[in-house]
């Protein structure tokens, strides 16, 4: 009942600003760029922190109880090139200040079907993985939905996330939109650096109801000119998950990561 009610409060945020102790203060209008966030209200609660054993971290946001979205990227292990085992991933809820409401361990996941680190160009609107926890989480914790349809472009939108510049703090970028893109990949012109990796896209979808439009992957910029992308939510497959132990190697991991510098997209 608190997780609906807070849904219901925080989708009449997208036409006027609200204010209560169940609900972040999030307009989709203004100036405001990177602004901290209360990882404890609704929706930010539904966004958390992924860490995993290699030293790597990123954003995610919960999806189900016992399901977490993120970029695929986010689980790959940069010196060897091979898929983390999902017993080295944890993900943080109400992550705040090194602190957070519930730590998740990760039982098994799913990556886009064709994902592949070595041919990330190639493969990148495969660029996202979905982790199955190995307990469910509280019921308080109200989940965010995936978008059935493409949104159009011009649609006002939200990021959040935990960037690289304030690691231990969750921000919020209120003043973006979407900004086209192919139905495999979206642009946003929301601000991001690294640590957004895997960031929703939030936008007001049927009836004013939150909605994930899709997942932040890398950000492209030349001559001053910064650009986002996104996979979009409806190219997001939830099918059954692999099992822990299936991964797939690259040759070299810094061969991936040259190709995309050169492109000039780094997540």
Known sequence: MAGKLARCLWAAAFSAIVSTAAVADIGLTGSIHRESVDASS???SAIGKLFNESGGACTGVIISRDKI???AHCITNARTGQLLPASSLHFMV???GGQAAVRARIARYETGSRYDPLR????????WVILTLTESLPEAIAPLKLAQAAAPSGTRAIIAGYPQDRAHKMTADRDCELSGGDGRLVFHTCRGMRGYSGAPILVSGAGNEIEIAGIHIAMSQRNGTQKMLAVPAHAIAW??????????TAEACPIVLARAADSGWFE
Do not use: I
């Open 69 to 71: 979205l993120t970029a």
């Open 94 to 96: 109400g992550y705040n």
């Open 42 to 44: 609704y929706p930010w």
């Open 239 to 248: 099918t059954p998950v692999r099992e822990e132990g299936a991964t797939r």
């Open 120 to 127: 990330w160009l190639e493969t990148m609107e495969a660029d």
